[in-house]
Structures are given as C-alpha cells and as structure tokens.
C-alpha cells in the first residue's frame, strides 16, 4: 500500500471514529484487549529469571517472544479477516 492510499485509509478511520457513536468505545475495549501483549513479557522474564538465576538467559527469551509476536501479527490478522472460521479457532484455541 502505498504512503498517499494509507494516509486515505487513516483519515477515513478517523472521521468514521467521529461520527460513529459506538466507535470510541469499541476503540476503547480494542485498546485495552490487546494490553495483554505488551504486559507479556515481562512475566516471562522474571519467572524466567527465578528459574534459572540467570538474566542473561531471561532476556534474550523474553525478547525472542516479542520478536516473534511481532513477525507473527500481520499474517494472523491476514488469516481472520479471510477465514471466518480461523476467527473463531483462533478466540477458543483450536476447539
């Protein structure tokens, strides 16, 4: 996509956000879903660290985590949006 059809796309969001009455809070709770990310690693790293004593284990293993969520993101949400199915295997883990 190129820089000029992605400045469209984003200033078409933000006006649908303004006009839409229930788009703030669906902004909102798509906000604090996705916290859960970012808190990640952290939890990761110190039980990482209490189980081995070693910080230089734990780090580089909590960022490999972010490096491959990070990677992973985009071809996920590619695998929703066409596969409604895959939606929902992806929300209940399989079943």
């Known amino acids: ?18 006009t839409s009455p229930h788009a703030r809070g669906l902004f909102t709770a798509a906000i604090l879903a996705r916290l859960c990310y970012g808190l990640l690693s952290l939890p990761l790293l110190l039980t ?5 004593g070693s ?3 734990a780090g580089p293993a909590a960022g490999l985590v972010g490096l491959i969520s990070t990677l992973l ?10 596969r409604p199915r895959a ?6 883990g399989g079943r």
């Open 1 to 18: 996509m190129s820089a000029k059809a992605w400045a469209g796309t984003a200033i078409a969001a933000r006006s649908m956000a303004r």
């Open 48 to 52: 990482l660290r209490d189980a081995t």
């Open 55 to 57: 910080c230089a284990v």
């Open 73 to 82: 993101g985009p071809p996920r949400t590619r695998l929703v949006e066409r």
């Open 87 to 92: 939606r929902r295997m992806l929300a209940t």
